[in-house]
């Protein structure tokens, strides 16, 4: 069971998601690889479970991440970039080298 | 003679620039050639020169333009993208893409 929607406008998104530290840690852990909450809650200092929810639902909302929900005891759930989320990832990669090359 | 400089981070300028439609209009306009002023004032329905020239003050700040003056009479003025302001509108470039296939 996924769910995933991108309705909101690339650049709204962008600035939303520049402007939060927090979004952008969660987004590169996810991109590593670390996409269950609990791992993702112990991957930053200061990241608290309410700091991490929030983003996450605003990341599935935006259509960057999917979430999958396992019905296992106890639930699993995971997350992952959809394509957007990988194509967005890669402008994210852009603007880093444009920042170092200045 | 002319003034550029570049010492804002890129995702701080591409949030103001994101956010601003002239800005993004009178970028549009310099890449496409329009270069001076008088011609960028005309190009755009309820662009006043008061909000143009506060536009050009800023990107050229942000280093993606650069102004020359000429010492002419009547004094003439013109901008263009500077290298990091060629790259900077590629990486537009890119969102307006994203955005188009999303």
Known sequence: MSESSQS?????ILQNVLGCKWTLHILAEV?????RPGE???SAEGLTTKVLN?????LVRFGILQKTSYPE????VEYE???FGKRFS???DEIDRLQKEC
């Open 8 to 12: 909101t406008d690339v650049a709204t």
């Open 31 to 35: 991109r590593d690889g670390v996409n």
């Open 40 to 42: 993702l809650v112990r």
């Open 54 to 58: 929030e983003r996450l639902v605003k």
């Open 73 to 76: 005891v106890p639930p699993r």
């Open 81 to 83: 970039l959809t394509q």
């Open 90 to 92: 890669r402008l994210l």
